[in-house]
Each structure stands twice: as structure tokens, then as C-alpha cells.
């Protein structure tokens, strides 16, 4: 799979995990996009998941890594979109079935609840699938409600 650029926001509980997959993806050449917050100061994780979520929708050259405690509010939040398959991911093996069977195009992490190593595995694996296609394809025709 040809990398993406990649845009990353988070909640104040996933502050420190998205400096740490943001500099991870930086040494790697990886162009990313920080939506924000700057700080671990208390921020609301619905308007960084909107922010990586609309762009995401718009725009099939991104993908999304969003961040929060434990990393429920920000997918569910950015699944409110139409275009957007977010997928909540705590082991690389999910996070590589999101991609394969769901064509997911943004990963969801639980800050709280995942290792920055295991973190940046589940990142890496995610950037690194390609969507099988395939019988798959209906089934993801069939996720939008609308």
C-alpha cells in the first residue's frame, strides 16, 4: 500500500500517545497532519474527531488516527460521518482486519488502555493494508445508512 498522508487528532487523554505516533510517523517520512489539541490541557474529543473525520470524508489521499481515553467517544463520534469507517483498534491484528475486510479509514486508539509500542504496531499495520476487496465490498456498500 502507498502511504497516505495522515491526519491525527486526539481528546486531552490521548495528548501524549498522538505526540508519540505523530513523531514515530514523522521519522519515517510519513506526512502527517495534526488537527490538535497542543496541550494535554481538558479539550472535547467530538471536535478533533470532526475535524479528522471531515477531511478524511473529503479527501480518499488521507487517513485518520484519532486518540482518546479509551478511544469509544472518538470513533463513535467520527462514525457519525457517512464516508467514514473508523475502526477501534488495541492490537495490530485488528487494527489489520479494519483495513483487509473493512476497508477502514480511520484507527481509533484507547490511550488509556494501549502501550505506546503496541500503539505504534496497530498504527503501522493499519498504514501498511491494503483492502482486499472482494466479497468485502458488498458487505461495505452496506455500512452508510443513508
Not at 501524549?16 to 521519522?27: A, H, N, S, Y
Not at 476487496?133 to 458487505?139: A, I, W
Request: charged content about 25%.
Amino acid at each position: 500500500m502507498e502511504i497516505k498522508k495522515i491526519l491525527i487528532g486526539s481528546d486531552h487523554a490521548g495528548y501524549e500517545l498522538k505526540e508519540v505516533i505523530k513523531q514515530d510517523l514523522l521519522t519515517k517520512g510519513i506526512e502527517v497532519k495534526d488537527v490538535g489539541p497542543s496541550s494535554a490541557d481538558s479539550v472535547d474529543y467530538p471536535d478533533f474527531a470532526h475535524l479528522v473525520a471531515n477531511e478524511v470524508a473529503n479527501n480518499n489521499d488521507f487517513l485518520g488516527i484519532l486518540i482518546c481515553g479509551s478511544g469509544n467517544g472518538i470513533n463513535m463520534a467520527a462514525n457519525k460521518h457517512q464516508e467514514i469507517r473508523s475502526a477501534l483498534c488495541w492490537k495490530p491484528e485488528i487494527a489489520e482486519l479494519a483495513r483487509l475486510h473493512n476497508n477502514a479509514n480511520i484507527i481509533a486508539l484507547p490511550a488509556r488502555f494501549i502501550s505506546n509500542e503496541e500503539a505504534i504496531k496497530c498504527v503501522d499495520v493499519f498504514l501498511s493494508t491494503d483492502f482486499e476487496g472482494g466479497r468485502h465490498q458488498n458487505r461495505v456498500n452496506k455500512i452508510a445508512c443513508c
